[in-house]
């Protein structure tokens, strides 16, 4: 196991671009690095102008999982991340007793380390949306950044698959490349899970029923802004309902096609209220001060915190749901660099002779 707050001190010193400033430390309405309060902040103004042509397009809530979709494939992503070099691509195929779940592996070609440390993905969409192609430049940039291999997950999509067919595909295919690490040419004990949104909604359940059943333990969880409270409303579901790229309309379009009313208070939907939050990987969260989950994020962090866990939280203030994916955005690179050290920290601490895997 690595010490994160230690590796958090060694690795910071390069993150910060000018005038691009994550919070640390952050809780819901804590003020930000310069001191203003976030009601003081606004969007960057390039941030602003992805949102203009974003809001332009007819509202999602308005066509089924299966148009929007195509819309997406149509429409690409201007604001996509650069393919980078030096990045190896595998593609496999995960088998689990009822499924097979596309999987590509991003290689750093330039590390000569092996096996290498890497990073279980699982990506965001609401539980409906998403691929591995929509994240394919993403991700091939962390691992050119971070020196780890990534393994980018297509786990089943709903409303095909409902709760928790997304669930069980998570742990299950965490599981799946943990006990195959060696043939994969991995670390078993320098093995992440993270993902973004319902990803790593999906992660953060993930990390708690390895725990509860004596399954294998990541190394670090990477939470980017991490959905955690279901359909609970909260001050900055409220205070961000419209107008961004996350809307209330949209997010009551993605959870009415994941889960019914009748299990949306289960835990592994809102894992913010799991029964208990001790005795789990170290967690780096990362959230975004115009978001609607900004404040389930913040707050899962510091529940993790509390239960005794090493927590590392920055809140990029003034970004919005989504960010991650526009690599034109100088603060998506700058929080991209975040992830990556966090990443490089766990490959540089954790010693590949130490398993996390704790079979007692």
């Known amino acids: 196991m690595f010490d994160l707050e230690v590796a958090q001190d060694r690795d910071l010193h390069w ?14 309405g804590s003020a930000g690095i310069s001191g ?12 602003r102008e992805i949102l203009q042509v974003i ?16 819309q997406r494939v149509v429409r690409g992503n201007p604001w996509d991340h650069g393919n980078p070099s030096g990045i190896l691509r595998r593609d496999i195929r995960i088998e689990l007793d009822d499924c097979t779940l596309p999987t590509r592996i991003y ?19 609401g539980f409906v949306l998403g691929s591995i192609e929509s994240y394919d430049n993403c991700l091939a940039q962390l691992a050119a950044l971070s020196g780890c ?6 786990y089943r999509l709903a409303p095909e698959h409902r709760f928790p067919s997304a669930v069980y595909d998570t742990q299950n295919a965490f599981n799946w490349i943990y006990e195959r690490a060696g043939t994969l040419g991995l670390d078993a004990s320098r093995l ?58 949209g997010l009551e379009w993605f959870h009415n096609h994941y889960i019914s009313k009748d299990h949306d208070s ?45 927590v590392r939280h920055s809140c990029y ?31 540089i601490s954790a010693g590949s002779s130490e398993s996390t895997y704790d079979p007692g």
């Open 55 to 70: 809001n332009s397009l007819p509202a999602m809530p308005e066509y089924s999982p299966d148009q929007v979709r195509a």
């Open 149 to 154: 291999a990534v393994i980018s997950v297509e």
């Open 192 to 249: 992440a899970i993270g993902g973004d949104s319902s990803g790593a909604n999906l992660a953060a359940v993930a990390c708690l029923l390895n725990r509860d059943q004596k399954r294998p333990r990541p190394s670090l969880q990477l939470l980017i802004y991490p959905c955690t409270e279901g359909n609970t409303p909260t001050p900055s579901r409220q205070e961000f309902a419209n107008g961004l790229l996350l809307t209330q309309a």
């Open 15 to 28: 993150l910060l671009s000018p005038g691009v400033k994550p919070m640390k430390e952050g809780t819901a």
């Open 317 to 347: 203030t003034d970004m919005f749901h989504g960010f991650i994916n526009f690599g034109t955005l100088p603060q998506c690179q700058v929080a991209l660099s975040e992830c990556a050290s966090v990443l490089r920290a766990m490959r």
């Open 266 to 310: 289960d835990w592994r939907f809102r894992v913010l209220h799991a029964e208990n939050h001790s005795d789990l990987p170290p967690a780096f969260v990362l959230t975004a001060g115009f978001d609607p989950l900004r404040d389930e994020g913040a707050a899962y962090a510091e529940k993790l915190r509390r239960a005794g866990n090493p």
């Open 107 to 125: 290689l750093p070609e330039v590390n000569d380390e092996y096996p290498l440390a890497g990073l279980v993905y699982f990506h965001g969409g």
């Open 36 to 47: 203003a309060p976030l009601a003081a902040i606004e969007v960057a103004p390039e941030g």
